[in-house]
């Protein structure tokens, strides 16, 4: 019989005890504790509400008589009452009171007592006056309340008859408002033996009412589970390959609709597998197509592209990798990556990187040895590779040969420099024009001076005014002589970049030597320096004289910028990983039409200038691996901003000896 012919099973077929089913256990005893639980909880909180909302309006009625005797004794009274006076008339007046109020309130007793907890009236007369209230001892904490002014009620007591009793205290002033004795109001508490019996008979219906829902769970379930049991058999046969099994539920119940539903769905679940299985192989064959173009797409990128495991061995490469590594596919793949990819080394460190960190490796660019004997230029990137579930399962590099691009950037690097040294020789030639027709127009004067001194020499205040002129032509023209030799060091500087000699140096001694430098007789006066700088500031690795020179031509151009009265401020700080220097000045600021010209060459705003102050500072700097900027502000000033990037060693010892020294990066300030 094959599993398409086999019968389905029958309620019959299933022998199973009901009382042996885990269901039926299931099925029941949830219901009976949930029931009991029910009527346990509810039973208590209701009795616990009605005990608590019968005790606490108990206890305001108590205070209130309680109150009420305070108020209507009168203290005067009181007062007078001494041991022994039980048959006096004021004794008599007092409990004719009291019982009066005792028997309008329904009270059992009610009693005044001192401090001392001696009874001075009892209303029932059982306590003569004087005598000690021994059961006042156990309200101790009452009547601390009621001695400091306030109204109490005690808590459910048992007395010695076997009732519940309860108290309430209240003080009693005198005219001047001083406490003279408490009030005390005792009252017996019937209802919690009603609320007793009642709790009792509450317990007895919930055990009948459970015992009743046993049996009325036992007779329903038999009719429930057996059902189930039969649905259960069914699951089970399912779950073999080609097996579809048919249940005999003949009810006209819930059960029976759910049996006639399972026969439905099976039949759903015979014709879903079928197709399931057709999608499938439809799926199958267009994945093996995906995989054939992804293979011809990967074959035909340009860029070379690897792609390895979390173990770090090559899983695929494309023939573009072949071409641009030298290797072929054979020596490529299941190998690790380490040592694999030849002369191309620097691949192997962006690729373990992202295998190792999990992250993407920014685009890098490196040389490596042609096999030829030249070099190639290579770039490359490396990205994580992530499962569905966001797992990392590998990575991927793609890297490309950058050797035609580098060279074609050289040639425009080239034409660029030309076309820069086209623009310095034409400022250089404005620049050395100018002074050379002065020197010439001056030569020419000094010429026809002298000449015409030939004729004056028997004239000698006209000699002595003639001397005083070429005098004056011969500094005019030592100046301009002199302007023409600066210009020309400046512009060599400048052209021909001097080999640096970085050393450890000491920036605050640089600074004050430029200073020196700057104003050799001194600063005015109406012009304020000041320093600020670390408290332990590292030495970093400058060249000195370089370093120097450009500090000197920020600290002049601030000070002509200051002109006679301003402040200079030079500070220093650590902003790791850099060093950065500031000079500020108060001066008039640079206008906006000349902030993108200030580092050009031979740009210059000043009489004089050469205009290759702040182009050659700008590039020292850059040569230095830093970079020099400006912040400026018209009317209020310009400050020039040094950064340096400060070496690993000299980054640790900043940050060692600031932790040391529990400072922070300015502990304050040195004036100039």
Same mark, same amino acid.
């Given at each position: ?74 203290? *005067? ?29 329904? %009270? ?53 008859? $076997? ?110 597998? *079928? ?122 590099? %793609? ?5 035609? %691009? ?107 030597? *430029? ?99 702040? *182009? ?8 230095? $691996? ?47």
């Amino acid at each position: 019989m094959t599993p398409e012919t086999r019968q389905p099973p029958r309620s019959g077929s299933i022998n199973h005890p009901i009382f042996r089913s885990r269901l039926f256990f299931k099925f029941i005893i949830p219901y009976i504790f949930l029931i009991v639980t029910v009527f346990s909880l509810s039973g208590w909180l209701f009795f616990s509400s009605a005990s608590e909302a019968l005790d606490a309006e108990l206890s305001r009625r108590l205070v209130g008589v309680a109150d009420l005797v305070a108020r209507t004794v009168n203290p *005067a009274f009181l007062m007078r009452i001494e041991p022994g006076d039980e048959d006096t008339s004021l004794y008599r007046l007092i409990l004719e009171d009291l019982g009066k109020i005792r028997e309008a309130t329904r %009270v059992k007793d009610i009693h005044l007592f001192d401090r001392e907890n001696r009874v001075i009236v009892d209303s029932d007369g059982t306590q003569a006056i004087g005598e000690e209230n021994l059961f006042l001892q156990i309200d101790s904490y009452e009547l601390d309340q009621v001695w400091s002014g306030r109204t109490v009620s005690s808590v459910l007591y048992r007395g010695r008859d $076997g009732r519940f009793y309860k108290a309430g205290y209240a003080p009693l002033k005198d005219s001047q408002e001083e406490i003279i004795a408490g009030v005390g109001v005792e009252v017996g508490v019937d209802f919690m033996q009603i609320v007793g019996r009642v709790r009792r008979q509450f317990i007895g219906i919930t055990l009948a009412s459970g015992g009743c829902i046993l049996l009325i769970s036992f007779l329903l379930s038999r009719s429930m589970i057996r059902p189930i049991q039969i649905l259960t058999a069914a699951t089970e046969q399912l779950g073999n390959e080609g097996n579809y099994p048919q249940v005999d539920l003949k009810r006209r119940d819930e059960l029976g609709d759910l049996g006639r539903h399972f026969n439905r769905m099976i039949a759903q679940i015979r014709t879903k597998d *079928a197709l399931l299985r057709r999608m499938y192989d439809e799926e199958r064959a267009r994945a093996d197509i995906l995989e054939g173009y992804s293979q011809t797409l990967l074959k035909s990128i340009p860029s070379g592209v690897l792609g390895v495991n979390l173990k770090g061995e090559i899983t695929s490469c494309n023939p573009a990798a072949e071409n641009i590594l030298g290797l072929s596919s054979s020596a490529l793949l299941d190998r690790p990556v380490q040592g694999a990819l030849g002369a191309c080394s620097p691949l192997e460190k962006i690729i373990m990187s992202t295998v190792t960190t999990g992250s993407e490796t920014a685009w890098e660019e490196f040389p490596i040895e042609d096999p030829s004997g030249g070099k190639r230029w290579i770039g490359a990137m490396a990205s994580p590779i992530r499962d569905q579930r966001g797992r990392e399962i590998g990575a991927t590099a %793609v890297f490309a040969d950058l050797t035609e %691009v580098k060279n074609l950037q050289d040639e425009i690097a080239l034409k660029r420099q030309m076309a820069l040294l086209g623009e310095l020789s034409a400022g250089m030639a404005h620049e050395i024009r100018n002074p050379l027709a002065a020197i010439q127009a001056l030569g020419e004067l000094l010429s026809r001076r002298v000449k015409g001194m030939a004729y004056l020499r028997d004239e000698k205040e006209k000699i002595d005014s003639a001397e005083g002129d070429l005098e004056e032509l011969s500094r005019d023209l030592v100046a301009e002589i002199r302007h023409l030799n600066r210009f020309v060091t400046e512009f060599l500087t400048y052209a021909r970049m001097p080999l640096f000699r970085f050393e450890k140096t000491d920036l605050p001694e640089i600074i004050d030597a *430029a200073l020196s430098l700057a104003a050799p007789s001194g600063t005015p006066e109406r012009i304020v320096v000041e320093k600020r700088f670390p408290e332990h500031f590292p030495a970093v690795s400058v060249d000195p004289l370089e370093f120097r020179r450009v500090l000197l031509n920020l600290i002049q151009n601030a000070l002509q910028a200051i002109g006679t009265e301003g402040k200079l401020r030079i500070e220093a700080e650590i902003v790791p990983p850099h060093l950065v220097l500031r000079i500020s000045d108060t001066g008039p600021g640079i206008p906006a039409a000349q902030r993108d010209k200030i580092f050009r060459p031979f740009f210059t705003t000043k009489r004089g200038g050469t205009g290759l102050g702040l *182009a050659i500072s700008e590039r020292i700097i850059r040569e230095h $691996g830093g970079s020099l900027t400006f912040e400026t502000k018209e009317g209020k000033g310009t400050t020039f901003i040094v950064q340096i990037r400060l070496e690993e060693s000299e980054r640790e010892t900043t940050l060692e000896t600031d932790r040391s020294q529990g400072n922070r990066l300015f502990p304050g300030q040195t004036p100039g």
